[in-house]
């Protein structure tokens, strides 16, 4: 976590020469991010590598989500060329860490959590790219493309015929912003009235997509646990806000799309062991088997968890092994 070697002068000629650059975090991205401290200032420098990460999905969706009223930290400079961007400091307060040490409000957090979905939702996705079927699908890819070989089993055939079968119980309703990585480690807990009381965080690959799809993140987490009883509360909640919508179409629409996200990350964290050396994410997949598990109960979810059921057996369902 060295800063890049533009950082200083970048820092300098945007009013915070001399400030002090500290290691804050990276993630699952080529992103890095510091923190600066100048005086009784902070902010945060996002280091993104324009050559690996374009910023301006970032900066378009973080501009509108504050246009409508909702906490994402606001750029104070920009170098896209450099790859720098300096964001507002939401401070220390995630929410998963948050409630580790205090969990008496979480209800309220997760409230909130959901009301700012269903606020969000009554507004037209702007100009943000579709979540297509084929993009559902190249995701839902990645567990045979990853995952498979790294169990010693290869790609049985009907795959893919079997997830097409789901595909139309997610076009059921007009498309809504979907920030698609909207869970509790993406969010800070601020001292703001109201909905914006929760920062937002990691929201640059956001599509136009189902609304269910951000309660998936949000309930079925796999870094941190909501209880079935949570969970179900939470749903009542959100369907309560937003009457106008078919119930029981909803409710089948975010099965299926449960099972396609954790199926999706089951891919996702085993290609970041195997290809990317990044040894802590396999520790998760115990938790996605059971969150999988349960999807591939439900009804709709009938012709994947047959393909299941007969080709990738009991013992490839712990999770990648990692060597001591």
Do not use: C
């Not at 009013?15 to 009784?40: K, M």
């Not at 409000?105 to 790219?129: C, K, M, N, R």
Request: net charge negative; proline share 10%; hydrophobic share 45%.
């Amino acid at each position: 976590m060295i800063p890049p070697a533009t950082a200083p002068a970048f820092l300098a000629a945007n009013g915070w020469a001399g400030a002090d650059i500290r290691p804050l975090a990276g993630d699952a991205s080529f992103r890095r991010y510091f923190r600066i401290h100048h005086g009784e200032r902070t902010a945060v420098l996002m280091d993104a590598p324009q050559h690996l990460e374009d910023s301006r999905p970032f900066l378009a969706i973080g501009a509108r989500l504050h246009q409508l009223g909702f906490s994402a930290p606001q750029p104070l400079a920009v170098d896209l060329d450099a790859g720098l961007v300096l964001l507002e400091d939401f401070g220390d307060a995630r929410v998963t860490p948050a409630l580790a040490m205090d969990p008496a409000p979480e209800v309220q957090v997760y409230e909130t959590a959901v009301d700012i979905l269903a606020a969000l939702h009554a507004h037209p996705p702007g100009d943000s790219a579709p979540y297509t079927r084929a993009e559902l699908l190249r995701e839902a890819r990645l567990f045979p493309d990853w995952y498979l070989p790294a169990v010693g089993l290869a790609e049985a055939p009907g795959y893919d015929t079997a997830w097409e079968q789901l595909w139309p119980h997610i076009f059921t309703h007009p498309p809504v912003l979907t920030l698609r990585d909207y869970h509790a480690d993406n969010l800070m807990m601020l001292p703001r009235p109201g909905l914006q009381s929760l920062g937002l965080l990691d929201y640059q690959d956001a599509l136009a997509g189902h609304p269910a799809y951000d309660l998936v993140s949000l309930l079925q987490d796999i870094r941190r646990e909501v209880s079935p009883a949570l969970e179900a509360a939470m749903l009542d909640r959100y369907l309560a806000a937003r009457p106008h919508i078919d119930e029981a179409a909803f409710r089948t629409a975010y099965d299926v799309l449960g099972a396609q996200r954790n199926i999706k990350i089951l891919g996702v964290f085993t290609r970041l062991y195997v290809r990317d050396g990044k040894a802590s994410y396999p520790r998760f997949h115990p938790r996605l088997w059971e969150l999988v598990t349960r999807s591939l109960a439900r009804p709709a979810l009938a012709p994947v968890a047959d393909w299941f059921a007969h080709h990738v057996p009991a013992h490839a369902r712990h999770g990648v092994q990692v060597p001591a």
